[in-house]
């Protein structure tokens, strides 16, 4: 016989948006009855998740110190006519990690995997087996609404976790490596050195179509590999992934087809960078104002996640533009001067840009000289982006 399962908070969808609400509730309000759901078997499915330092507040670096796998003091930047290594802490999140430190928290009866819901409003979740949980407020997290309410590109990887029969030439992560054969839009290679003998390695596009093709992707991987004389024993991991890059769009018809009038967050919420597509310093923001707020009733969550939502989505228009010039002022073999140009800038500049926090001054330095792209195309760019902007 269907069940009713009353609690305080009930958070649908076990990514890393739903996980961080998990935790930071569990941590600031301890007394409240939380349940977390999700249709997958395990919390956080099958990701690494990777940040900058300078992407998490210092006062909300409780939240993610618990859950990296990995961490770095350096990074490395390539491209044909550029190379840089960059002083930066970067961390990488395994999603068992994820996975262990939410059960870990949260009593056994609270984390309900293999649990699929069918709907969810401001106070309410239905799951698919009839059983049905009646909440204070409901955060709904299951990924994104109707993107065809948004103009995008797309970030799309295919990554491979590898163990190695020697150990391999990296000394620090290499979050780009544009030097490979450029195809289907600007592609790079990403190599994360887990150990001596372990290495994670993306091939990654800024693409105009979401589309993945594993078999050539794979192919890709083994023969940069190949090319760096790294022999593997075998492949432990493989994950693939599409991320949105946002040029403009409908904010309010997007965060309606996620549910109307329901608290949303992570990619629900259109809480995504608009150019490299990553989430994870939304989620520990929104995460710990959620956890902060004093009504966690279901009106109340809607209101707090719109407003944080939108007032994102309004300061974002620069890095909008950046994406349209990106898709649409660059043929797709030279999108990658757009990104090697940008890595001759300063490095705070750098991380405040992926952190989504870029200054005035960053803004105009971003955007002064010469132009990799034809210029007559970035104007026309940065004219039709602001006539967006402004109806």
């Not at 990296?68 to 930047?77: K, L």
């Not at 106070?123 to 059983?131: E, I, K, S, T, W």
């Not at 955060?139 to 990887?157: E, H, M, S, T, Y």
Request: hydrophobic residues 45%; charged residues 25%; aromatic residues 10%.
């Amino acid at each position: 016989m269907p069940a009713i399962i009353h609690c305080d908070v009930a958070i649908v969808g076990g990514g890393l948006a739903g996980g961080l609400i998990a935790l930071a509730l569990r941590k600031k309000r301890p007394e409240l009855d939380i349940r977390i759901v999700e249709s997958g078997e395990r919390l956080g499915g099958n990701h690494l998740w990777s940040f900058f330092a300078s992407d998490v507040a210092a006062a909300d670096r409780w939240l993610v110190a618990p859950l990296i796998s990995y961490g770095w003091t350096h990074y490395d930047v390539v491209f044909p006519g550029h190379a840089r290594t960059l002083k930066a802490g970067y961390y990488a999140i395994e999603s068992d990690r994820l996975d262990q430190m939410v059960r870990a928290a949260l009593p056994a009866h609270a984390v309900m995997t293999g649990r699929k819901a069918l709907g969810a409003s401001a106070r309410a979740v239905v799951l698919a087996d009839g059983d049905r949980i009646e909440a204070g407020g409901v955060i709904d997290c299951r990924g994104p609404g109707n993107l065809a309410q948004l103009d995008l590109g797309w970030q799309k990887f295919l990554g491979r976790e590898f163990a190695l029969a020697e150990p391999h030439p990296l000394k620090r992560p290499l979050i780009m490596d544009a030097t490979v054969a450029q195809a289907d839009g600007y592609r790079f290679v990403y190599a994360l050195p887990f150990a001596a003998t372990r290495l994670f390695v993306e091939d990654t596009y800024y693409s105009d179509t979401p589309e993945i093709d594993t078999p050539v992707l794979r192919a890709r991987i083994d023969d940069w590999l190949a090319a760096r004389r790294i022999e593997t024993e075998g492949v432990t991991r493989e994950e693939t992934g599409v991320l949105p890059v946002a040029m403009g769009g409908d904010f309010e018809e997007y965060w309606r087809s996620g549910g109307n009038r329901v608290a949303k967050a992570g990619m629900r919420a259109g809480l995504f960078h608009p150019l490299t597509g990553y989430s994870l310093p939304d989620a520990v923001r929104l995460a710990r104002t959620i956890a902060d707020a004093s009504d966690l009733s279901g009106p109340a969550l809607h209101e707090l996640t719109y407003g944080y939502a939108r007032r994102q989505w309004q300061r974002r228009g620069f890095y909008r533009m950046l994406s349209a010039m990106l898709f649409r002022a660059a043929e797709p073999e030279e999108r990658y001067r757009i990104l090697e140009r940008f890595y001759r800038l300063d490095a705070g500049l750098i991380a405040r840009f992926y952190a989504g926090q870029s200054s005035l001054l960053d803004r105009a330095r971003v955007l002064v000289g010469k132009p990799p792209v034809p210029v007559g195309r970035a104007l026309n760019v940065v004219k039709s982006v602001a006539i967006r902007g402004s109806q």
